[in-house]
């Protein structure tokens, strides 16, 4: 079999096509990375992984089905069509199925101009053991912290490609760096635990390892002492490491799928109020050196820049082609998609819109509260909002931290928490979601 992925994708849609089908789209993914953990100064695992996954989705009528492999040769491929066709004759109806109509394909078929992909070689794995055991140096070095758990370091390289019978073919490669460190600090009953960590599409970008193991080795001995906040409501100021879940919970409850089943307290919502007045939630496919970032989506639609949320208002869901026909809206380039499934709705980068204060004003603002940097479990009931979560961080006395806290529950309405958000000032615009520290006024703290 051809080692060129859109070679192998035009092989898998033609084999559907002789087998029967009276459509089709492939996928295929190839990638190798490489990961490292250092422990106690001495190398606790490395791994290298190479390997090409396909995928081939096949179409009669209103049937389909879905079949994968990691075997490319010819007669696999023939016979992952063949079965792939007999099982889409047994699938049950689905009247939203169907691949994307010619004229609404995307004309950008790669990731020009995206910069996805670090030109810089692959690094050695000697290079790699160096960056960790500098993290986890650095971390140990901290005053207060027992040991380090890991120091990672991992490189990865990853092409995709997607062709489909309505004429689409387009692939593009991304590829990321990372380094992360878990410290320890205390003994015993008291210990805690903290971590750091950065992943980016060029190293270069990284920050350094003595930065990302101090910052670590401080976040777990800043954590020594811990106890239980009172129980009762009081403000809450999410740090901005852990201030984007509150967001992607709303990115949640606005996927389309969740939508079209009915099963999310956005239904019917859209023009609704769900944020504060002059907050924007925009979603930009298009930033370069972002992971999220594409020029098109897993059924060949073009992405485009939007907004989700439009001066406090939500303007729009994420749809596939799927959701879109059964909402009766449009799509909107947001599909995604592995080897081994079809085709559902993703959010790719989104922004909050930054407030003018930074973290400590927000600080000084709530008074007494709790500042959570951790959070545990979740439980949302995806179609009120009913939202419960626990917590770990810092109790704030008078506008400034008094002690850690730890082994606590947060609970509130999402819906309500989401309108009355103050944003800080302080989200670093490198994610794919881009949120500043949130401050929620009056939620229940359970404690001791």
Known sequence: MADRLDDLTQALVEAARKAGAEAADAVAMRGESVIVDMRGGTLEQAERAEGTDIGLRVLI????????????????????AERAVAMAREAPEDPYAGLAEAGQLSERRDAAGLDLVDPAPAPAP?????????????????????QVQSASAAWSRREMHIAASNGFSG????????????????????????????????????????????TAGLRAAERIGARRPPTGAFPVLFDERVASSLIGHLLAAANGAAVARGSSWLRDRLGAQ???????????????????????DAEG??????????????????????AARKLGL??????????????????????????EQSRADLMREMGTGLLVTS???????????????????????GGEMAHP?????????????????????????????????????????AGG
């Open 126 to 146: 000697e290079a790699l053991m160096r960056m960790a055991e500098e993290a986890e140096a650095a971390a140990l070095g901290v005053a207060g912290v027992s």
């Open 405 to 445: 806290v730890n082994e606590c529950t947060i609970a509130g309405s999402l819906p309500e928490m989401l309108r009355r958000i103050i944003p800080a000032n302080d989200a670093r615009p490198h994610l794919s979601r881009v949120v500043p520290s949130l401050l929620v006024e009056g939620l229940t703290l």
């Open 274 to 296: 769900v944020l504060p007045d002059g907050l924007d939630l925009r979603e930009d496919p298009h930033r370069p050196r972002v992971p999220g970032s594409r020029l098109f």
């Open 61 to 80: 009528g209103r049937r389909q089905a879905v079949v994968s492999a990691s075997d490319t040769r010819p007669e696999t491929v023939a016979a992952l």
């Open 171 to 214: 692939g593009y490669a991304r590829g990321d760096s990372s380094l992360s460190c878990v410290a320890i600090a205390g003994t015993g009953t008291g210990m805690e635990r903290d971590h750091d960590g950065e992943s980016r599409v060029f190293a270069a970008d990284l920050r350094s390892p003595q930065e990302i193991g101090r």
């Open 375 to 397: 959070l545990i479990g979740s439980t949302i009931n995806p179609n009120t909002g009913d939202y419960s979560r626990g917590a770990a961080g810092v109790w704030i006395e």
């Open 330 to 355: 449009a799509p909107t380039g947001n599909a995604a998609r592995g080897v081994s499934g079809t085709p559902s709705p993703a959010w790719w980068n989104v922004a909050l819109t930054q407030g």
């Open 301 to 322: 639609l073009p992405t485009a820049p939007r907004a989700i949320v439009e001066g406090g208002r939500l303007r729009g869901y994420a749809l596939d082609l799927g």
